[in-house]
């Protein structure tokens, strides 16, 4: 029986770096289309299915406890240079959907626990914003629960299309494991 903690080596560092700049390069793509919008929660809404995607796929191949907090980091961080409220988000989500997932599942290694991760990182980023659109933006919780509908659906969709994208990540990654091209549970082919 694996520990709830091991050791990362570099490939999985590695690894994760990679699907973070991936992440960060489709936020790129995603993200100029709702830069400039007031409506609570539509940015986390666009960006839920692809960051559920590569977070799944992340977690199917480096099933280790910290995977997904060192996957916020990596993709943070270069947000930080643009927006340290993306930064934030990034980091306390990927933070909070780690701890969930070992009070719910302890450890990675079932497709369920993957799934519920991946899924609810971006839904879990909805709190930090709010609480940075009140301290930077000026807005206030009044604003959000005196129009409260389309902030409502924006959640709702966010974990939907979190939970979907995951679901997709999880299918394309037990697809490259089938493949050969993606190792199940991070294994050497001589281990």
């Given at each position: 029986m694996k520990g ?188």
């Open positions: 709830y903690f091991q050791k990362f080596k570099l490939k999985d560092f590695v690894f994760l770096a990679v699907l973070a700049a991936a992440m960060t390069l489709a936020g790129g793509v995603t993200m100029p289309l709702v830069m400039h919008t007031t409506l609570f929660g539509l940015r986390n809404m666009v960006a839920a299915p692809l960051y559920a995607l590569f977070c799944a796929i992340g977690l199917m191949k480096v099933r280790k406890t910290g995977a997904l907090s060192v996957l916020g980091l990596f993709s943070a961080v270069p947000l930080a240079f643009m927006s340290l409220v993306m930064f934030f988000n990034n980091v306390v989500a990927a933070l909070l959907a780690e701890g969930l997932m070992l009070l719910l599942f302890r450890r990675y290694e079932k497709k369920g626990a993957v799934l519920f991760a991946a899924g609810i990182y971006m839904p879990l980023s909805l709190p930090v914003t709010l609480v940075f659109s009140m301290w930077l933006n000026g807005s206030s919780f009044n604003d959000l629960v005196a129009a409260p509908i389309p902030a409502i659906f924006t959640s709702l969709g966010t974990i939907v299309l979190g939970f979907l994208g995951a679901w997709a990540g999880c299918k394309i990654a037990a697809e490259l494991q089938k493949a050969g091209k993606l190792k199940p549970y991070g294994e050497d082919a001589d281990a």
